[in-house]
């Protein structure tokens, strides 16, 4: 069994999307799985069906119980701002990196010791500051766990993406596949096809899996991924 970690070119670009449907798939397929997203921006009590956490927890199968968010979003934060501005305006502690990065571990620990593949979400893109002094990269690096790169068909798309993907690979971090969402319904599917190529073409060592539109994700999509867990 193994650990992955889910980030992206930057927010709203998909990782709770496809983590919620790798979950989906693993279910179906009778295998193990357990999903974390440590920090979350934007969580409103009031709604969280609709919030990052309450998306996995209901695809875990697991009650939205303060035990259950707890253990899957321990940092949680009601602006939708990166972690240390949030942090600031809420006037709340910034994240103690060492305890994000022992709770991460922990949780690798246990999946591995339940046999269970773990997805951990990022918050933001890889460089989203945790605090004054570390982003979602530093995480990642300590972690040492491959990732799955999510982005998707905007335009700029194809320059964000090939930034992150450069960064990372001089970090010396393994990158399992790359995912590029459709931007919406309206946008034409030769957008994705194109931005997928157009990425590939600058990193041809790297899988890459063009996504239809969210709401129509196919099994025979996710299981490319999972071969390549």
Known sequence: ????????????????YIAKEIIARFFSLKKNINAIKPIISGFNKKEILNSDTGILLKALKKKQSKKNINDISPWRYSLPLAPDIAARSEKKKSIVFTELLNFCRNQIIKAKNNKQTLLIEGVGGIMCPINKKKTILDLINKLDIPVIFITRSYLGSISHTLTAIDVL????????????????????????????YSIFDHSTDIPIYPFLFREKALPEQIDKILNEM
Not at 7 to 14: H, M, P, Q
């Open 169 to 196: 690979k001089k970090n010396n971090i393994k990158i399992n596949c790359i995912i590029v969402n459709q931007e919406s319904r309206k946008s034409h599917p030769s957008m994705l096809t194109e931005t997928g």
């Open 1 to 16: 069994m193994s650990s992955f970690f889910i980030t992206g070119s930057g927010t709203d670009v998909g990782k709770t």
